[in-house]
């Protein structure tokens, strides 16, 4: 009985477990991957510094979640790894290599004078290829990955597809999104103004593209076709777009009415349904119909080991990234000899 019961719900606790630091990683890593994507965008360069001034002291404690989620990957479902991995290999080393150079930006701009604009060109480069190789993955993930005798057999471009396009503007918009809404609560006064106008092309965007990618996944895959409007799944499942459109209008209408925080928390439960949507239509694959959750697990032995692991790291992440936030909250200000430091009124470091 305890060897049935390890055997149909261990593989879930792990899912949820790599499920949980996905999804940490696209909303945290999202409000600063969403800052370069607009940081050519900004029409001056103090509203530049600003930019990254309020992001300064949390992006690199943000992709700690990209690190820990392939890392559970491989140690709990070896089987998707080895299949994703070589699926996907371009645009994950695309990927990783624009998150490096962004990085090497970060740090660069701040001492540079003549070339300061390669660097903020670098930075925002960086961001729209790290976020636009996550679509391409995304959207092969729907697509599904071609699989024989247990190895992925597919080519190099096998992930390319008109899905992954789509997914990979609507997550440059839904990023961008949440970039302008992290700025609409950091920032002030023009910096400010500049969040609340583009959040309204972003949205658009992000809307546009979850409604095409929707409609082109049902079309194209009938699996998820099959999962979605199937009886009684098309009722049980319905209160997801609802509730998404929803929240789309109420972002829409709310942002010049004055708050701050609210653009950006809606950002993320935006995003949140959207994840809940992929989850829904990939479910219970970690290869799309190819390994279930419970035929990729890894052996109990390796799953112990992870699992102490696990209940010792992932409490210390998720209390040193909350002290971050905490420590550097309040409005961003811009100061000499540096981007920034994060102050308010009552709030902020002393």
């Given at each position: 009985m305890i060897a049935q019961l390890f055997a149909e719900h261990v593989p879930l606790i792990f899912a949820a477990v790599v499920t949980f630091c996905v999804t940490v990683y696209v909303l945290a890593d999202g409000l600063d991957l969403g800052v370069g994507i607009l940081f050519l965008a900004a029409p001056r360069d103090q509203d530049r510094d600003l930019m990254m001034a309020s992001i300064e002291p949390v992006w690199d404690g943000n992709e700690t979640w990209l690190v820990m989620g392939g890392t559970l990957l491989l140690a709990a479902f070896p089987a998707g790894y080895y299949v994703l991995l070589p699926a996907f290999y371009l645009p994950i080393m695309f990927m990783l290599f624009a998150l490096i150079f962004?990085?090497?930006a970060f740090g660069f701009r701040l001492?540079?004078?003549r070339f300061r604009l390669a660097w903020d060109i670098a930075f925002a480069g960086g961001s729209f290829l790290a976020t636009f190789c996550q679509g391409l993955i995304l959207g092969g993930l729907i697509n599904g990955v071609p699989?024989?005798?247990g190895m992925f057999a597919g080519g190099p471009f096998s992930f390319l597809s008109l899905l992954g396009v789509?997914?990979?503007?609507?997550?440059?918009?839904g990023y961008g999104l949440i970039g302008a809404g992290w700025l609409i609560w950091k920032t002030d006064g023009p910096t400010q103004v500049f969040a609340r106008e583009i959040a309204h092309a972003a949205l658009i965007l992000v809307a546009a593209m979850m409604a095409l990618v929707?409609?082109?996944s049902a079309w194209s895959v009938p699996e998820v076709a099959a999962r979605w409007f199937a009886l009684p799944n098309l009722f049980l499942l319905a209160p997801v777009p609802l509730v998404t459109l929803?929240?789309?209008?109420t972002i829409w209408r709310g942002l010049w009415d004055g708050a701050e925080v609210r653009t950006f928390l809606l950002a993320l439960v935006l995003f949140a349904l959207?994840?809940?949507g992929l989850v829904v239509s990939l479910w219970p694959y970690v290869v799309p119909r190819h390994v279930t959750v419970w035929d990729g697990i890894s052996d109990p032995q390796s799953l112990?080991?992870?699992g102490v692991g696990i209940a010792i790291i992932l409490p210390i992440v998720l209390a040193y990234q909350a002290h971050a936030y905490w420590v550097f909250r309040g409005k961003t200000v811009h100061q000499t000899g540096g981007y920034g430091g994060e102050a308010g009124s009552t709030e902020g470091l002393h």
């Open positions: 962004r990085g090497v001492q540079a004078t699989v024989e005798n789509l997914c990979g503007v609507g997550l440059v918009g929707s409609a082109w929803g929240v789309i209008v959207g994840l809940v112990r080991f992870i």
